[in-house]
């Protein structure tokens, strides 16, 4: 049995991240081996590239024996096996999953498939072999339209509009049973509101595959004049502008809410469902404003109609966070739209060299 306890000192704990070449799983890694854990990722590739891992290396300065990676997917028995074999993992951050909202709907059988049948072997291998230490990659999707805002853990959960949220919303269930019939299991399950910026390298950040579903990402490919404008989805919303509002987070904010999560679950168990948000909202327009200035030039933009299943308004309550984990987010919208741009003008085309 490997499932050792996690308050040894850190380098003698080893963390697997599943999707830890992707977007937050490699803001995570930078900083899990920032704080001396090692660090094994397991990820399929799928929507990220080995340039992460890479990249992820050359910040940390891991060597060989600190950073593993392994190119698999979690529906892979036999290579999640392999996996925990060789590694005596301490607990999992499980990251990987698909995570397009509007896929999901064209896709659903995909989604459930790789997010909740892949989550489900992911745990049964880890299982057998004694780890049931686990931080999930949960969102404020499971809120739905909020009943409250800010919005707290209290706050009662809503069904999904689309397959995504709903796989989010079932492995918090999953997650929640797997503790109520074994209390052996330690499951926090963090709640992200919008992930935004990029590692203040410029080296790591976001790269999606296709046109931008989310806004920041498709306002940074304005800027760069990949993109010619970007549309807001409905300017008719009962907000400040009418434009809609959420709670965006720094990447490297939420990166360091794993690592006190992980802390947190050295020195507690149980199940418990926390926040991960900044407490303030911004409305589209803000966020373009914000973005231009940190370009430096106009952003051009247009109003359209509301994108269906949009909800007005959403941010955080963040005490509990502070409260249980001793943590809060310290980035401002300046450092976030900053750190996007210096990651969009550094990696035009993402990790990739060229236009694809
Ligand atoms: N928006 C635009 N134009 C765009 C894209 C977005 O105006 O081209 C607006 C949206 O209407 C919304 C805001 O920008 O008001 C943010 O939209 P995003 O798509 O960036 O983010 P969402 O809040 O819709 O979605 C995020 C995550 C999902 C998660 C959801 C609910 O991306 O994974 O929050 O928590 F499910």
Known sequence: MSNKSLALPHNELTILVTGGAGFIGSHT???????????????????????????????????ENQLVF?????????????????HAIDAIIHFAGFKAVGESTQKPLEYYWNNVAGSLVLFD??????VK???????????????????TE?????EATNPYGETKAMMERILTDFYRADSEWNVVLLRYFNPIGAHESGRIGEDPKDIPNNLLPYVAQVAVGKLERIGVFGNDYPTKDGTGVRDYIHVVDL???????????????????????TG????????????????GKEIPYTIDARRPGDIAECYADPKLAYDLLGWKAVHTLDDMCADSWRWQQQNPYGYSDKEA
């Open 280 to 295: 303030v909202g911004y409305s589209v327009l803000d966020m373009i404003s914000a973005f231009s200035r940190a370009v």
């Open 125 to 130: 291998v880890a299982r057998n072999h004694g």
């Open 154 to 158: 209290e706050c009662p959960l809503h």
């Open 29 to 63: 890694c930078i900083e899990l081996l920032g704080q001396n854990y090692n660090v094994v990722i397991v990820d399929d590739l799928s929507n990220s590239s080995k340039i992460a891992v890479e990249r992820i290396r050359e910040l940390s300065g891991a060597d």
């Open 133 to 151: 230490n686990v931080i999930f990659s949960s969102s404020a999707t499971v809120y739905g339209d909020p009943e409250m805002i800010p919005i």
């Open 70 to 86: 392994y190119e698999c997917n979690i529906l892979d028995r036999e290579g999640l096996e392999t996996v925990f074999s060789k």
């Open 255 to 277: 990166a360091t809410g794993h690592v006190a999560a992980i802390k947190y679950a050295a020195a507690h168990s149980g199940s418990i469902a926390i926040n991960l948000g």
